[in-house]
């Protein structure tokens, strides 16, 4: 028998960290130190950008947990490649990147755009050491061909 996943991984490290990071930014955006990076000209996009990344940022959360199951997944030991798992690997953590990423542009800060590269790097960093490790241990090939075809932490379409 495969061995079992854990059912959160490195999730609420991830998660805690960039939500962190993002609250802090939130709270900073109105400090003196950083008013010169304040984008006025652009607030209204920047607020549209960042509803629309939100919003999107919630549909992949919504669907990787109630959707695609991945919690029944996990339970089962078995890969979870359809749904949104055929267009990302991670859509949970994506999912929290892209809405803390959309919170971010909503700042209207560019000192604040940083950010959404370190979560990121740090989501890459994590899964490399984690999950993915897992992954490869437990379902070898079948897990190697599905990384060749899906992207880690940014949506696309399957190759």
């Not at 960039?18 to 209204?44: D, M, N, S, Y």
């Not at 929290?96 to 370190?118: E, R, S």
């Amino acid at each position: 028998m495969k061995q079992k996943l854990p059912t959160y991984g490195i999730g609420p490290v991830y998660g805690a960290a960039v939500i962190a990071l993002t609250a802090a930014a939130v709270f900073c955006r109105k400090l003196p130190v950083f008013a010169p990076g304040r984008l006025t000209v652009l607030r209204i996009p920047l607020i549209v950008a960042g509803i629309l990344l939100i919003l999107t940022g919630i549909f992949m959360w919504i669907h990787a947990n109630f959707i695609s199951r991945i919690d029944d997944g996990i339970s089962n030991c078995r890969l979870i490649t359809t749904g949104i798992y055929a267009w990302v690997r991670n859509p949970i953590y994506s999912a929290i990147m892209t809405a803390c990423t959309g919170v971010i542009l909503m700042t209207g800060n560019v000192f604040f755009f940083v950010l959404p590269f370190i979560y990121w790097l740090l989501m890459t960093v994590l899964l490399k050491a984690t999950e993915e490790k897992w992954l490869r241990e437990i379902f070898g090939k079948e897990y190697e061909d599905y990384c060749k075809q899906v992207n880690r932490c940014i949506p696309w379409i399957r190759k």
